[in-house]
């Protein structure tokens, strides 16, 4: 079985500064990868997705991730962000192509002025 | 557009009580889950549903059942609520050909005295 951690569970950031969210994953076959946001009282929404091909993926608004297979890795990053881009994110794996995604305990972005 | 619906929004039971969660989408998709989110563990798969008239267990079955009504709907019953079962219940579909994303519905928020 698979298992996913995300290192940071708050991360306190500044408008327009950047910011890095961790994910690691352990499993002993090939996965997809996933970023899903959380918005506040919402459900979730597909961020980015690693399936296959180039490692490095991003997403229609700024973000991008980089799947790393040696160090089993699938970071988080936006170079620039918005007071909007405060939300929960969650990393998620899954094997195979029945979607049972474990997801990782999540973490929460909170942009300050 | 409504994607997927999930009734009802909120919910208080006492211990012992027994309800029914649902959930349909209009996307034709084949497979539908459910899972629990709870603070600091991230979103946990409850049960899942490869395609209309299969139901599988996922992490955490235990004190639910479920029904795949149809194609569109898939409900989720809790038979005899407990205080451990207080959490926030998202639905979510996805197509077999649409490699991994889920789309979720805005939860059912539900508390068990």
């Known amino acids: 079985a698979q298992s996913v951690t995300q290192l940071d569970s708050q991360v306190p950031v500044f408008e327009e500064a950047p910011v890095e969210l961790r994910c690691n994953y352990s499993s002993s076959v090939s996965v997809y990868l996933f970023w899903y946001v959380q918005y506040p009282n919402q459900g979730l929404q597909l961020l980015l997705k690693y399936l296959s091909g180039s490692t490095l993926v991003e997403s229609i608004n700024g973000f991008e991730a980089e799947f790393n297979k040696s160090q089993t890795s699938f970071h988080l990053r936006k170079p620039s962000v918005h007071i909007s881009d405060t939300a929960e994110y969650f990393c998620?794996?899954?094997?195979?192509?029945?979607?049972?995604?474990?997801f990782g305990a999540g973490t929460t972005v909170t942009v300050r002025a | 557009n409504a994607g997927v619906t999930q009734t009802p929004k909120f919910q208080v039971l006492k211990t012992g009580q027994s309800m029914t969660l649902q959930c349909a989408q209009d996307m034709n998709h084949n497979s539908m889950y459910w899972y629990r989110q709870d603070p600091g563990m991230g979103l946990r798969l409850i049960y899942y549903?490869?395609?209309?008239?299969?139901?599988d267990k996922g992490e955490v079955p235990n004190g639910y059942n479920v029904s795949r009504l149809n194609k569109r709907e898939f409900s989720l019953r809790l038979e005899s609520a407990a205080p451990s079962q207080t959490s926030v219940y998202f639905c979510a579909s996805a197509s077999l050909g649409n490699t991994g994303e889920l789309f979720f519905g805005e939860g059912s928020r539900l508390t068990v005295l």
């Open positions: 998620a794996v899954s094997v195979g192509n029945d979607y049972k995604l474990s």
């Open positions: 549903s490869a395609s209309e008239g299969t139901t």
